[in-house]
């Protein structure tokens, strides 16, 4: 084998290893309905309320009993809740944020609800 080649399939190697590892840790797409979940998470550990922090970790209990919440999504909130429970903040604010910013342009299992309450006209 020619050292191009072996240059060559190691870049594509570097390439296909940085692209999985960015798939596999990037957040779960969150369902439509469960999306304002996330800014509540966001208010709650960017503010460093705990009471608001425990009524978030009591909701998204609460859809995941409903059967509201998949489980892979109730895994991400719960990885942020405990991180924020943790003393670790600023951490868990840089993670909301990535988990909100992570919801751009995701395809859901369910459609977006036809009855919303704003308005998209302008």
Known sequence: MSSNVKWIAGAVLLVAIVWLRGWWITPPAVEFDNLRYIQLL?????????????????????????????????????????????GAWEAADKECFRFEEAQLNRRRSRPAPEHHDHDHAG
Do not use: P
């Not at 409903?66 to 405990?82: N, R, T, V, Y």
């Open 42 to 86: 966001r208010t709650a550990v960017s503010s460093r309320n705990s009471d608001w922090l425990n009524k978030v970790a009591s909701a998204v209990d609460q859809r995941l009993a409903d059967g509201a919440m998949s489980q892979s999504e109730h895994a991400h909130f719960g990885k942020l809740i405990a991180q924020a429970r943790s």
